[in-house]
C-alpha cells in the first residue's frame, strides 16, 4: 500500500514560492525521521531538509534562509516551504524517512523553476 504521497509541485517563475505536502501513514509519522529530498536532472538524490519525530530541523546549506520544513501531527503530514525559489531548484521532490528506506521511495512531485 501506498505509505506516502507528495503534493504541492509546480512551474513557479524564480523568486517564487511553493509548499509541498508529504502525507504519511501514522506509524510512519509517528516513529521516523522525516526528510525532503530531491533529485534534479543528471544529479544524484539528495536530502535537503529533515525534521526528527520531536521537532527539530536540519536544513541543507544549498537551501538555508529559502526552505522551512515542518510537521503537522494531526494530520500526520510533512511540509516543505519553498521561497524565494531559484531555477536551481528544479528537481523532482521526494519525502521519505531519514535515513531512506528503499520501500518508501514513491512518486515524487515535480518542481520547476522558469520564467
Known amino acids: 500500500q501506498v505509505q506516502l504521497v507528495e503534493s504541492g509541485g509546480g512551474l513557479v517563475q524564480p523568486g517564487g514560492s511553493l509548499r509541498l505536502s508529504c502525507a504519511a501513514s501514522e506509524d510512519i509519522f509517528r516513529f521516523y525521521n522525516m526528510g525532503w529530498y530531491r533529485q534534479a536532472p543528471g544529479k544524484q538524490r539528495e536530502l535537503v531538509a529533515q525534521?526528527?519525530?520531536?521537532?527539530?530541523?536540519n536544513i541543507d546549506d544549498s537551501v538555508k534562509g529559502r526552505f522551512t520544513i515542518s510537521r503537522d501531527y494531526a494530520k500526520n503530514t510533512v511540509y516543505l516551504q519553498m521561497d524565494t525559489l531559484k531555477p536551481e531548484d528544479t528537481a523532482v521532490y521526494y519525502c521519505?524517512?531519514?535515513?531512506?528506506?528503499?520501500?518508501?521511495w514513491g512518486q515524487g512531485t515535480q518542481v520547476t523553476v522558469s520564467s
Open positions: 525534521i526528527t519525530h520531536e521537532g527539530r530541523t
Open positions: 521519505n524517512t531519514v535515513p531512506a528506506l528503499q520501500r518508501y
